[in-house]
């Protein structure tokens, strides 16, 4: 690849790669340990992300449980934990640390699918000024003689580049909202739909048409 344009893909990798990031962190119904990532505690004056000071296992669908290496950190864990946004209370009995996850509220959904939607968005316009940006700096190679057939192709390959970004965005935000579906065919097997009919789902059901009904349906 045109080393001109391989660092502009470059970008828009890391950029992508943030948003899948981000989305992990985000609670849904189900226990994820990922939601810890961004947590540090003061281990021995430095701020080290909790996974390397303990344990951290799924013993079941919606807890998490966090055993410390060393007893005297579990203070510290609970603090970062009761300290963070993650909206969940530990449960500390002396040696570990238990997280329960309640089940999604309807309207804990809509907000999670609002936040999701978000993110995506917000990747979408750094991938487009990325293209911006490559697109104004070839410009600019016309001044070094380069030819206009040349710099057409330049914004070609970009433009070719930034559609396969987005898609990937896109891609990314479809299997986030997928949680809502399983959370969905476990509690109730069924969905109403935005007219108000009743809908079965499929276990596993995880095609477009009903992602984006997800956003909008009520709990049957």
């Known amino acids: 690849m045109d080393e001109r344009i391989q660092v502009y893909e470059t970008k828009m990798g890391k950029t992508l790669n943030a948003l899948e990031s981000e989305l992990t962190t985000i609670r ?81 959904r809509k907000e999670l699918v609002k936040d999701v939607k978000k993110k995506g968005e917000g990747a979408k316009v750094a991938v487009r000024n990325i293209r911006r940006d490559a697109n104004d700096a070839f410009k600019k190679l016309a001044k070094q003689d380069v030819s206009e057939d040349e710099i057409k192709e330049l914004e070609d390959q970009i433009q070719k580049l930034t559609d396969k970004y987005i898609k990937e965005v896109d891609k990314a935000i479809e299997n986030k909202f997928s949680f809502c ?7 109730t097997k069924s969905y109403r739909d935005h007219s108000g009919r ?23």
């Not at 701020?47 to 951290?56: E, G, L």
């Not at 966090?66 to 609970?78: L, N, R, V, Y």
């Not at 579906?181 to 509690?187: P, S, V």
């Open 181 to 187: 579906m399983e959370e969905i065919y476990e509690r």
């Open 28 to 108: 849904a119904g189900r226990a994820n340990p990922h939601i810890l990532d961004k947590l540090t505690v003061d281990y021995y004056g430095a701020p080290t992300p909790i996974q390397q000071v303990a344990n951290i296992s799924v013993p079941e669908a919606r807890m998490i449980q966090i055993q410390p290496w060393e007893s005297s950190m579990i203070k510290a864990i609970e603090k970062a934990i009761l300290c963070s946004d993650l909206g969940l209370n530990p449960n500390n009995d002396g040696k570990m640390i238990r997280l329960v996850f309640p089940e999604l509220t309807e309207e804990r």
């Open 198 to 220: 009743k809908r079965t789902l499929g276990k596993g059901t995880r095609n477009a048409e009903n992602l984006r009904t997800c956003k909008g349906m009520r709990q049957s």
